[in-house]
């Protein structure tokens, strides 16, 4: 029987999602001109609820986690040092 190729990565997957923004830019071009402005007050409002998120993510989800993991492997590496230097106590609490 003979082998199966190895399938081939997806290719231009950064044209299909430039052309998807370009053509949902238009939209919205559009629909702003058609409502006379309104819709540009609520992009904007969206755009800035956006943001808030973004930054809450990248300062807590994001940095404060790992220094946060950094902490607690230290924390374990001094807990494990001092384990050491008991040899004669049980492990754990």
Same mark, same amino acid.
């Given at each position: 029987m003979p082998e199966r190729p190895e399938p081939k990565?997806?290719?231009?997957s950064w044209l299909s999602l430039l052309?998807?923004?370009g053509v949902g830019m238009m939209i919205l071009v559009a629909l *702003?001109?058609?409502? @006379? #402005?309104?819709?540009?007050? *609520?992009v904007v409002? @969206? #755009?800035g609820v956006f943001a808030m998120a973004a930054f809450h993510y990248l300062v807590w989800g994001w940095w404060?986690?790992?220094?946060?993991?950094?902490?607690?492997?230290?924390?374990?590496?001094?807990?494990?040092?001092?384990q050491a230097d008991r040899p004669?106590?049980?492990?754990?609490?």
């Open positions: 990565p997806p290719q231009g052309l998807a923004a *702003v001109m058609l409502t @006379g #402005g309104y819709l540009a007050l *609520v409002v @969206g #755009g404060l986690s790992e220094k946060l993991y950094r902490e607690e492997a230290e924390a374990e590496a001094r807990q494990a040092a001092e004669g106590e049980p492990l754990g609490p």
